[in-house]
């Protein structure tokens, strides 16, 4: 069992829906939560960061982590072609000095 | 811009020669991480730096070895290559661990 799990998707919605996003995870140590979003091979870049469980919004991103269940989420609202990527959920634990990445879910949002 | 520099962007190298990839961190960063993409698998963890010190290690092959430098640039060595190592480095900085880690562009390895 692999320690992130993400489904690789592909996702495909209509322009202006909302985008929903999740990862599982088995470790409980993990408290450090991110999501990268990458275009087509290029860098990762971070969208989101957070600590411990709760909600953090920032724009149309919303970031969601339930440490009980072992389950993070985001959501894009009002999506764009813009937002056409593969996402990809990181996290680490207290001690870590790695980040451990999920595979990644492509998302295609269609004009 | 992440503000962390690879170089060089596309490396095409033939089987069993060795190559260098850089990476210079954002200004203030102490961390360096090294990835590797292939087409058919995620980012796979390969080494990681803080402050000139390696701090974990995850599954680099043996061929491969890393080192932090102290202006903190890294460089990560990959030698007698084969074309099973074909695929995107990245590099990841970032301050104390467990912070935020950004990514640079990556070096597209093409082995033939």
């Known amino acids: 069992q692999k320690e992130v799990e993400q489904d690789p998707g592909p996702l495909s919605v209509p322009e202006g829906a909302i985008v929903s996003l999740n990862c599982t995870y088995s470790?409980?140590?993990?408290?450090?939560f991110m999501w990268y979003r990458q275009y087509s091979r290029k860098g990762p870049e971070l969208l989101m960061y957070?600590?411990?469980?709760g909600n953090k919004e920032d724009g149309r991103f919303t970031a969601q982590v339930d440490k009980s269940s072992k389950y993070i989420s985001l959501f894009i609202r009002d999506s764009q072609p813009s937002d056409s990527a593969t996402y990809l959920c990181?996290?680490?634990?207290?001690?870590?000095?790695?980040?451990?990445f999920g595979a990644g879910t492509t998302v295609t949002v269609r004009a | 811009d992440s503000g962390v520099t690879q170089t060089p962007k596309h490396l095409i190298t033939a089987t069993g020669q060795r190559v260098t990839l850089r990476c210079s961190p954002r200004?203030?960063?102490?961390?360096v991480y090294w990835y590797q993409q292939s087409l058919d698998q995620g980012l796979q963890f390969l080494i990681q730096?803080?402050?000139?010190?390696?701090?974990a290690k995850g599954n680099i092959l043996e061929r491969f070895s890393a080192q932090q430098f102290p202006d903190l640039h890294s460089e990560l060595n990959l030698s007698s290559l084969e074309l099973g190592d074909s695929a995107l480095y990245f590099c990841?900085?970032?301050?104390?661990?467990?912070?935020?880690?950004?990514f640079g562009q990556g070096t597209r390895l093409t082995v033939v």
């Open positions: 990181a996290m680490s634990g207290l001690n870590d000095y790695k980040l451990s």
């Open positions: 470790n409980s140590a993990f408290q450090y």
């Open positions: 200004s203030g960063d102490l961390s």
């Open positions: 990841a900085s970032g301050g104390a661990p467990n912070t935020e880690a950004f």
């Open positions: 957070t600590y411990s469980s």
């Open positions: 730096y803080y402050n000139g010190e390696e701090r």
